[in-house]
């Protein structure tokens, strides 16, 4: 390996994109890693944008944690270092883009342009044949100064419906080959996206399929290595020495970006991770986070654990900061109400109450003024709060002027619906966890 110091560093990469949504870029992207991880190769992969779900799957098809790569959210040099000390030791980088190529502002196009990364394009077959050639010139024709390594083609139903495909691949574009339909290949759906990895029970079944599959396409091969260079070092300060910090996680609580405990753990604090679907009480700390995640597919354990609830109200009582984004402003309220109906009964520290809706209700890129500062967030969530509690602020949106989401403080209490990239501001993040 070379040294860390070194200006530059060279590794094979690749984004995986598609013309929008639903094509399958998770299920080639974890696949694709599985393949490369069996043949003895260290994948490290990133998911441009926001999202938390993708991220589980991909983890788990490669071995190794998956980070957010997102030009505004984390902006271009925390994105350039994410790649560059990734780059030191990894023998093969993976992308998976957001939405579709061209779909946002910043854009997955965007990531791909900014790094040199090669493209592959996944297309869903799914009622087309030859045209699918014309979607595949359309991308890689939309815009200069593109690397495209090559377009795959998925749920191909036949051999017959392959060699139509193969029919409308214009001459110019290296055809990598298709992907059978296949149920076993499809992974499970819920409101928010997919299902959470360790929920899937056969997840490693359906990757493997999906892997046996690609090592039959030209996808296999290794792609050409790419440049990233070294951005200049930006040390977070340490403004959290000696502070221990304990972060909700497990099923109902699993929505928190790696390099969110990265920025704490830089700052010097000491991070004990608890479950208040099964532990009976609170770890030793001196402040608590509480991120988003499914607490409305777990309200019995949620509302039967008495001595969780009665410790989190006994560690506000006592002045203590929490910190709760989305999933934690939820739980931290007086009930959650289902999608069927039913009604847990929550701690109670935030007046209110919360109800799941069957339509999206908060989606997209807002700036926080947090009490410490600003920092860059985004929201995603399907549920309605109705609280007396009066927000201190609302998130700025990135691309409209409506009013961003609430901002609540309570005593040493800060929640929101928005999930706070902590990189993009770490003295704000910091005062989060602070008195």
């Not at 094509?23 to 694709?32: E, F, P, R």
């Not at 076993?184 to 929920?199: C, D, I, K, N, T």
């Not at 403004?239 to 497990?250: C, F």
Request: charged letters at 15%; aromatic letters at 8%.
């Amino acid at each position: 390996m070379k040294s860390p110091d070194l200006p530059s560093r060279r590794c094979p990469a690749l984004l995986i994109t598609a013309p929008g949504s639903n094509h399958g870029k998770t299920t080639i992207t974890a696949a694709l890693a599985h393949y490369h991880v069996n043949q003895d190769r260290k994948v490290r992969i990133f998911k441009a944008g926001s999202d938390f779900l993708d991220p589980m799957i991909l983890e788990h098809a490669s071995g190794q944690p998956v980070y957010q790569l997102d030009l505004w959210l984390a902006g271009k040099t925390e994105c350039q270092r994410l790649l560059y000390e990734t780059a030191l030791d990894a023998d093969l980088i993976l992308i998976e883009g957001v939405m579709g190529l061209f779909d946002g502002d910043p854009c997955s196009a965007d990531m791909a342009e900014q790094f040199s990364v090669p493209i592959v394009a996944v297309i869903d077959a799914t009622g087309t044949a030859q045209t699918l050639g014309a979607m595949a010139y359309g991308l890689t024709n939309f815009r200069k100064n593109l690397r495209f390594a090559g377009v795959l083609a998925n749920n191909v139903a036949s051999s017959r419906h392959a060699e139509m495909i193969v029919q409308g691949i214009p001459p110019t574009l290296r055809y990598l080959g298709g992907i059978a339909r296949d149920k076993q290949f499809v992974l499970p759906e819920r409101h928010l996206g997919l299902v959470q990895a360790e929920e899937i029970s056969d997840l490693e079944t359906r990757i493997s399929a999906v892997a046996a599959a690609i090592a039959l396409t030209e996808l296999v091969a290794l792609p050409k290595a790419v440049e990233f260079i070294k951005p200049e070092s930006n040390t977070a300060p340490a403004l959290l020495s000696g502070v221990r910090i304990g972060i909700a996680s497990d099923r109902a609580f699993s929505f928190i970006y790696p390099a969110n405990v990265d920025v704490l753990r830089e700052m010097g604090a000491t991070l004990v991770f608890f479950s208040p679907l099964a532990d009976a009480e609170l770890p030793d700390v001196d402040s608590l986070y509480l991120p988003g995640g499914y607490p409305e597919l777990h309200l019995a354990t949620l509302q039967n654990n008495s001595s969780m609830k009665a410790a989190l109200q006994h560690h506000f009582q006592q002045g203590k900061p929490i910190y709760a984004e989305c999933g934690g402003l939820l739980y931290l309220l007086e009930s959650i109400t289902n999608k069927a109906g039913e009604r847990g009964a929550m701690p109670g520290i935030i007046p209110g109450h919360a109800v799941m809706q069957n339509r999206l209700q908060g989606l997209g890129y807002q700036s926080a003024p947090m009490p410490g500062g600003m920092l860059r967030s985004h929201t995603f969530h399907h549920s309605i709060i109705e609280t007396s509690l009066k927000p201190i602020a609302q998130g700025v949106r990135l691309y409209n002027t409506s009013p961003g989401e609430n901002i609540y403080q309570l005593k040493s209490l800060t929640a929101s619906y928005l999930h706070c990239y902590f990189a993009s501001n770490p003295v704000a993040a910091a005062q989060l966890f602070l008195n």
